[in-house]
Every structure is written in C-alpha cells, then in structure tokens.
C-alpha cells in the first residue's frame, strides 16, 4: 500500500508561480517513477509531468518550458514547480504512482489562476 499526499494549491494570479509537493509512504525509488496530473472542470485527467526514463522527463505540451518536475528521494517526495501559470492551468492536480500493478492517486490539490 502507498499513501500519496499533496500539498501546495492555491489562489495565483496570471503569470505567478505555485510549487505542488506530493509525498509518499514508501521511498520513492522503490516504488517506481511518479508522475503528476491534472483534470479541470468537466475534462478528462490528463498527464501532466512524470519520468519516462532514467533523467528523462515528459511534460504535456501546454506546460513544458513554464512547468518543471523534480524528486527529492531523501524526502520521498516529488515536486512540480509551476511557473507563469494560465487561467487554463487551473484544476485540480493529482499524483500518481503505478507500483505492482496497482494505481495509487493522491488526493489532489486546487490550483486556481485567476486576476
């Protein structure tokens, strides 16, 4: 069993910055690479950052070069630093993590852009 716990939405203005945190009951290195999604009001959950390969990051392309995802093994925890946010960035943010065949979702997090 892993817990997964997130902290760090909020209320930003367009163009601020917000750092998500997610961490998890188990060390992260065993329990395999994390990712982070988002699903605003009445859209699927999409990917938004999570490790494909060893140093390699993926990112959805409406966040890459403005969002930016980093782990912290001593910590068990993974960040995503957001920058210059957009009111369409606003969702509800969730990490994940797919460990011995089962899916593990935090419990998510508002993030709101908005002036």
């Known amino acids: 069993q892993v817990t997964l716990v997130e902290s760090g939405g909020g209320l930003v203005q367009p163009g601020g910055s917000l750092r998500l945190s997610c961490t998890a009951t188990?060390?992260?290195?065993?329990?395999?690479?994390m990712d982070w999604y988002r699903q605003a009001p009445g859209k699927e959950r999409e990917l938004v950052a999570g490790?494909?390969?060893?140093?390699?990051?993926k990112y959805a392309d409406s966040v890459k070069g403005r969002f930016t995802f980093s782990t912290d093994n001593a910590k068990n925890t993974v960040y995503l630093q957001m920058n210059s946010l957009k009111p369409e960035d606003k969702a509800v943010y969730y990490c994940?993590?797919?460990?011995?065949?089962?899916?593990?979702w935090g419990q998510g997090t508002q993030v709101t852009v908005s002036s």
């Open positions: 490790i494909i390969g060893r140093d390699i990051t």
């Open positions: 994940h993590v797919k460990w011995l065949g089962n899916d593990y």
């Open positions: 188990r060390f992260i290195f065993s329990i395999g690479p």
